[in-house]
């Protein structure tokens, strides 16, 4: 059963987003793959890195340190005797590392690497985050390069990536980077409560665009995930939606109810 929203489901930001965006690089390996056949390729790559302020952390046990509380015995001196020692629980700043997936379509017989599709994660809008450093580290050496750049932001939570210029007002963005037309670039807004867009998806110089349809891509991310009886639609969203799109979503939720 697909999800009961039109376009982007906003119940799955807060809860199950690390499944979903596995799912959904590969639903858009899967589309797009008879499009660009035999002369091209499209590869799920992999970025990883170390963050150093990662949320939800609550699994990390305190170490312990041992100090000198300043007591002494009653009649003792402290060159006679050693103070008793207390221990203190503290937490030290131990990285982890983080795997992030991408997709990159190549020419079947060089490997060059043509365009990286990226669909971005909640770390790579984090304020402060090495996430964030390190997707704006790769995301400058692809737009000094000869490769296209399309990005496709299905978060509501975080920060906007920088452009020269204002942002669209939007829920969401697709962004398309052709190498020959930088620093211009193609924005896509996208909104909660429409379908998401076709985006197209640029190839070599003397090729034509292929489009990705991004509602296709997802639907099939949300079936092969069964969200439809594992998301709990009873919670609040997060990002908490404003009054308007919150009583929106609830009049759809009380829609499906009333259809099962």
């Given at each position: 059963m697909?999800?009961?929203?039109?376009?982007?489901?906003?119940?799955?930001?807060?809860?199950?987003?690390?499944?979903?965006?596995?799912r959904?690089?590969?639903?858009?390996?899967?589309?797009?793959?008879?499009?660009?056949?035999?002369?091209?390729v499209?590869?799920?790559?992999?970025?990883?890195?170390?963050e150093?302020?990662v949320?939800?952390r609550?699994?990390?046990?305190?170490?312990?340190?041992?100090?000198?509380?300043?007591?002494?015995?009653?009649?003792?001196?402290?060159?006679?005797?050693a103070?008793?020692?207390?221990?203190?629980?503290?937490?030290?700043?131990?990285?982890?590392?983080?795997?992030?997936?991408?997709l990159?379509?190549?020419?079947?017989?060089?490997?060059?690497?043509?365009?990286?599709?990226?669909?971005?994660s909640?770390?790579n809008?984090?304020?402060g985050?090495?996430?964030?450093?390190?997707y704006?580290?790769?995301?400058?050496?692809?737009l000094?390069?000869?490769?296209?750049?399309?990005?496709?932001?299905?978060?509501?939570g975080?920060?906007?990536?920088?452009?020269?210029?204002s942002?669209?007002?939007?829920?969401?963005?697709?962004?398309?980077?052709?190498?020959?037309?930088?620093p211009?670039?193609e924005?896509?807004?996208?909104?909660?409560?429409?379908?998401?867009?076709?985006?197209?998806?640029?190839?070599?110089?003397?090729?034509?665009?292929?489009?990705?349809?991004?509602?296709?891509?997802?639907t099939?991310a949300?079936?092969?995930?069964?969200?439809?009886?594992s998301l709990?639609?009873?919670?609040?969203?997060e990002p908490?939606?404003?009054?308007?799109?919150?009583?929106?979503?609830?009049?759809?939720?009380?829609?499906?109810?009333q259809?099962?």
């Amino acid at each position: 059963m697909p999800s009961p929203f039109p376009g982007m489901d906003p119940y799955i930001e807060g809860k199950s987003w690390a499944n979903f965006h596995f799912r959904l690089i590969g639903s858009v390996a899967d589309s797009i793959m008879p499009e660009i056949r035999p002369k091209y390729v499209v590869i799920a790559e992999e970025r990883v890195y170390l963050e150093h302020e990662v949320e939800g952390r609550d699994h990390i046990r305190p170490d312990l340190t041992i100090v000198d509380d300043g007591s002494l015995p009653y009649g003792s001196s402290r060159s006679a005797t050693a103070a008793v020692a207390r221990p203190v629980a503290i937490t030290l700043p131990i990285p982890e590392e983080m795997r992030e997936h991408y997709l990159t379509i190549r020419n079947r017989e060089t490997q060059d690497v043509v365009t990286i599709i990226e669909v971005l994660s909640p770390a790579n809008k984090r304020p402060g985050s090495d996430g964030k450093s390190e997707y704006l580290r790769k995301r400058e050496e692809v737009l000094r390069s000869r490769t296209h750049l399309v990005e496709i932001d299905l978060l509501r939570g975080g920060d906007r990536l920088p452009v020269r210029g204002s942002q669209p007002e939007c829920d969401y963005i697709a962004l398309v980077s052709r190498e020959r037309k930088r620093p211009r670039a193609e924005a896509y807004p996208i909104f909660l409560r429409q379908q998401l867009p076709i985006t197209p998806i640029p190839l070599a110089e003397g090729d034509p665009d292929i489009s990705l349809d991004l509602q296709k891509a997802f639907t099939l991310a949300y079936d092969r995930a069964g969200y439809d009886y594992s998301l709990d639609y009873g919670r609040e969203v997060e990002p908490p939606l404003d009054d308007e799109d919150s009583s929106w979503a609830a009049a759809i939720l009380a829609e499906r109810i009333q259809e099962s």
